[in-house]
């Protein structure tokens, strides 16, 4: 198994309030990714990075700002959260040397905002 | 327009029986692949398998496998002799690659329940 973990797993918090998400990987794998998952939407993708200080926006990046100023840890942050940010949030690493390039999730981290 | 549409919201399947989950894609990158994960109620994500774009033939592992077809844009997920520990959330996926970048795009899910 991938050595990916996150950090709070279980968090409830107030409207305004900064939130900040930890992924920690410990396979030296390029590629991380934020996830949120909510029903009927399935996982849709929030940052993700390609290296340190290498990242990029996904679909549903409005309201999260990322870092990733080490290989091993990429961190999520909602400035200031809004109820509709509660969701259950994952953290994937893709595969390095892997030709199929499948993703390795942590085992997420369950977000309400008051 | 949505790059992976999984049509079945939810299914219902008689155990030992065989079953298809659809996927459709939509994609300009001529190198991606499509994924299928699984996901129990317990909520962990499971990779399941993976077919490339320029392979020829369709993936199988074990009880599963990929119905590919290019022309049509589709990528079926089928599973043989269904058990009850099949029930779960199933999530079709698509790698696409950008300038040497890559992600992961999901569709919306399908729940399987088997039914004893």
């Known amino acids: 198994d991938a050595g990916i973990t996150q950090s709070p797993r279980h968090k409830v918090t107030e409207t305004g309030t900064p939130v900040t998400l930890r992924c920690h990987q410990t396979?030296?794998?390029?590629?991380m990714y934020w996830y949120r998952q909510d029903p009927g939407h399935g996982l849709r993708l929030i940052h993700y990075s390609y290296g340190v200080k290498d990242t990029d926006k996904g679909e549903v990046s409005d309201g999260y700002s990322v870092s990733r100023s080490k290989t091993e840890d990429f961190l999520l942050t909602l400035e200031s959260a809004t109820s509709s940010q509660t969701s259950v949030y994952f953290c994937?690493?893709?595969?390095?040397?892997?030709?199929?390039?499948?993703?390795?999730f942590g085992e997420g981290s369950r977000l309400t905002v008051l | 327009a949505q790059k992976i549409t999984q049509t079945q919201p939810g299914m219902f399947v008689q155990e030992k029986e065989a079953v298809t989950l659809d996927c459709t894609y939509d994609?300009?990158?001529?190198?991606?692949?499509l994924f299928w994960y699984k996901q129990p109620s317990s909520g962990e994500m499971i990779f399941l398998i993976y077919?490339?774009?320029?392979?020829?033939q369709n993936a199988t592992e074990g009880r599963y496998s990929l119905n590919f077809q290019k022309a049509r844009k589709s990528a079926n997920l089928v599973i043989s002799a269904s058990q009850l520990g099949d029930s779960a959330m199933y999530f079709c996926?698509?790698?696409?690659?950008?300038?040497?970048?890559?992600?992961?795009?999901f569709g919306t899910g399908t729940r399987l329940t088997i039914i004893p």
């Open positions: 396979e030296n794998h390029r590629y």
């Open positions: 994937a690493i893709s595969g390095q040397g892997r030709d199929t390039g499948e993703l390795f």
């Open positions: 996926a698509m790698r696409e690659r950008f300038f040497g970048n890559e992600k992961l795009t």
């Open positions: 994609t300009s990158d001529p190198s991606y692949g």
């Open positions: 077919q490339g774009s320029y392979d020829q």
